[in-house]
């Protein structure tokens, strides 16, 4: 759709516009200097009557005025309403209790930090389910379908869906069944629902 | 058909999940799998070939494997984390307002394609030994 031209207290282009997208969301930079810009995505919430080039509000609560329509961003509603954008993308309540003693850009340093260990944690218990999938059916092929691979596979299955819908729950339940498995194996040669089913 | 069922699982786990990308990307690895389940159990059956065998004992060779899967996980992960977005935003188009994405049909041929693969594969597997 191109740029917009914006102002920002009569200075032009502070806020540009990168580019369009559909359903009015709109994806814009605010300039911090010649050479640095934060890249926010927002919606259009109200025309401005025409009222090109003047801007409502200060540029760090990311407000601005793109030719005739007023931009809010995702960032400005969710705090404006005692929320946070998560780096996935969701708006969460910040429901922590000591908010009230740290300043909010603490807070929002330890979400980030919080959920990128999340996301590494997630990644590691995934990789490691879908990989002992792979090898159950790896070997179920090479060496004869049995009970026990289904059995295993099913398990599997439970696992990955519990990690999918309650992250945490998931994580440690898979966990501690792949250490029982592997000390099972360990012991007995068999695994746990070879030991069942076989 | 697999991003279909990366968008499916993606939609899903993003409002549980902090790494939806890398779920989906499973989802994904975890269905070529049960295809190439179904391939390997049909070349088993016709041609008597098998995958080989890295260890006699099921755990060493659960262990040899380890590796090898790990870096097809990856692969398929990466793979997807780039095309996320635009997989995504092709089907929002088509399910964003107008079509239920969680619709009966949808999920019922989720499963199927999961499902049924695995059991030709499997029955092809069991007849050939």
């Not at chain 2, 890398?22 to 269905?31: E, F, R």
């Amino acid at each position: 759709m191109g740029c917009l031209k914006l102002t920002y207290r009569n200075e032009t282009s502070p806020l540009r516009v990168s580019r369009e997208l559909e359903n009015d969301v709109v994806n814009w930079q605010v300039w911090m200097s010649k050479n640095t810009f934060k890249q926010h995505k927002g919606v259009i919430v109200a025309q401005n009557g025409g009222n090109d080039g003047n801007l409502l509000g200060d540029a760090s609560t990311y407000l601005g005025v793109a030719s005739s329509a007023l931009l809010l961003s995702d960032e400005f509603r969710a705090t404006s309403t005692g929320k946070y954008v998560h780096v996935n993308g969701a708006t969460y309540k910040i429901g922590f209790r000591g908010n009230q003693h740290l300043s909010k850009y603490t807070v929002q340093a330890s979400k980030i930090n919080t959920a990128s260990t999340a996301r590494f944690v997630g990644k590691i218990s995934n990789a490691l389910v879908l990989v002992g999938a792979g090898v159950t059916v790896y070997d179920g092929i090479s060496n004869g379908w049995e009970n026990h691979h289904t059995a295993d596979l099913l398990v599997t299955g439970g696992f990955y869906a519990l990690a999918v819908s309650i992250p945490v729950a998931g994580w440690i339940a898979g966990g501690v069944y792949l250490a029982a498995d592997l000390t099972t194996q360990y012991y007995t040669g068999k695994s746990i629902t070879e030991n069942i089913f076989d | 058909m697999y991003n279909f069922v990366y968008y499916f699982i993606y939609s899903f786990a993003k409002k549980k999940n902090p790494a939806p990308e890398s779920y989906s990307a499973g989802a994904v690895l975890l269905m070529i799998i049960f295809h190439l389940a179904m391939i390997f159990g049909v070349i088993k059956f016709y041609l008597s070939w098998s995958l080989p065998n890295l260890h006699e004992d099921y755990l060493p060779n659960k262990l040899l494997l380890l590796p090898f899967f790990f870096v097809v996980y990856w692969m398929i992960s990466n793979y997807y984390e780039k095309r996320s977005e635009k997989i995504c935003a092709r089907y929002d188009e088509i399910y964003g307002k107008k079509r239920k994405l969680y619709s009966p049909k949808n999920i019922l041929i989720l499963i199927a394609s999961y499902i049924i693969p695995l059991l030709i594969g499997i029955k092809f597997v069991n007849m050939a030994v």
